[in-house]
Nanobody, 115 residues
Framework: QVQLVESGGGSVQPGGSLRLSCAAS????????LGWYRQTRGVQRELVVTITRSGSTTYGDSAKGRFTISRDNAQNTVYLQMNSLKPEDTAVYYC?????????WGQGTQVTVSS
């Protein structure tokens, strides 16, 4: 079992920045890949970005060039730095952990980009 706790969501104006954090606990040593997905109402959850223990990243198209993921393996924490935010980035952002066998999800944190 892996527990994920997200923090750092909120409201920001277009062009602003936010930093999300996700702390993994439980059997967190088995998390081979951590990452972020997002979902808006009525839309399928989409990939934002993932990162493996070795630091290999996979970015979704919406995040390329604006968002940066980082990972602290010692703290079992993953961060998402989001810059140049746009209204279309408004969504619930979910932390994800993949153990190689199972997916785990955080409770989600709301990000709202609006003027």
């Amino acid at each position: 079992q892996v527990q994920l706790v997200e923090s750092g969501g909120g409201s920001v104006q277009p062009g602003g920045s936010l930093r999300l954090s996700c702390a993994a606990s439980g059997s967190s040593s088995s998390t081979s890949r951590l990452g972020w997905y997002r979902q808006t109402r009525g839309v399928q959850r989409e990939l934002v970005v993932t990162i493996t223990r070795s630091g290999s990243t996979t970015y979704g198209d919406s995040a390329k060039g604006r968002f940066t993921i980082s990972r602290d393996n010692a703290q079992n924490t993953v961060y998402l730095q989001m810059n140049s935010l746009k209204p279309e980035d408004t969504a619930v952002y979910y932390c994800n952990a993949w153990t190689g066998l199972e997916d785990y999800w955080g409770q989600g944190t709301q990000v709202t980009v609006s003027s």
